[in-house]
């Protein structure tokens, strides 16, 4: 990686002339400095190593194939690169896709378009505080046969620095159907 920081100059105290965007968190990387002024560019520093800072985990993104059943599905992924720190736990919503679906009346997130109903706040309950969730998976029950809902998930890893709730992103919405 080159970076020139034209016209800045530094001076002890201040803060750094450069800064890097685009590094991934939790990722060493090394740097080598020269300095340019007027009177030329000194030799290249000695070799530098610095490592980012951890991060929430990526969302969800790799979804599998569900198995489905007349009233139930299966919502299965692959578990994001936690950036860091180890996934603890995943939430899954879900939402009916058509208004003929049999949704929840108690709750309209679960109506078509809205945000989604909450099935689960934490699918893993790991057996010890700082256990890894290894549970990538959420079966759905008492559903309507043939018809179609979507779901969303996200993963916590409890990185709350710089104002993280140490929530990733929610996924994107995939939508499954029931067997007929």
């Not at 685009?22 to 340019?36: D, E, I, K, M, Q």
């Not at 759905?140 to 990733?168: A, D, I, M």
């Amino acid at each position: 990686v080159r970076f020139f920081a034209a016209n800045a100059s530094c001076s002890s105290g201040t803060p750094p002339c450069g800064i890097w965007g685009g590094l991934l968190p939790n990722t060493y990387y090394s740097f080598n400095l020269v300095a340019n002024n007027s009177n030329g560019a000194s030799p290249l520093s000695a070799t530098g190593y610095l490592k980012t800072d951890k991060d929430i985990p990526e969302p969800v993104s790799i979804f599998m194939t569900p198995k489905k059943e007349d009233s139930s599905i299966k919502v299965d992924w692959e578990a994001p690169h936690d950036n860091g720190i180890v996934i603890s736990k995943y939430e899954i919503r879900f939402r009916c896709v058509s208004t003929e679906a049999t949704c929840p009346t108690d709750s309209p997130l679960a109506l078509p378009g809205a945000d989604g109903r909450e099935l689960s706040g934490d699918i893993c309950q790991p057996p010890e505080p700082g256990a890894p969730c290894e549970i990538t998976s959420y079966t759905h029950n008492g559903l309507q046969p043939s018809t179609e809902y979507e779901y969303k998930v996200r993963s916590y890893n409890g990185y709350s620095r710089f104002g993280n709730t140490g929530y990733s992103r929610w996924s994107r919405w995939v939508k499954f159907k029931t067997s007929s």
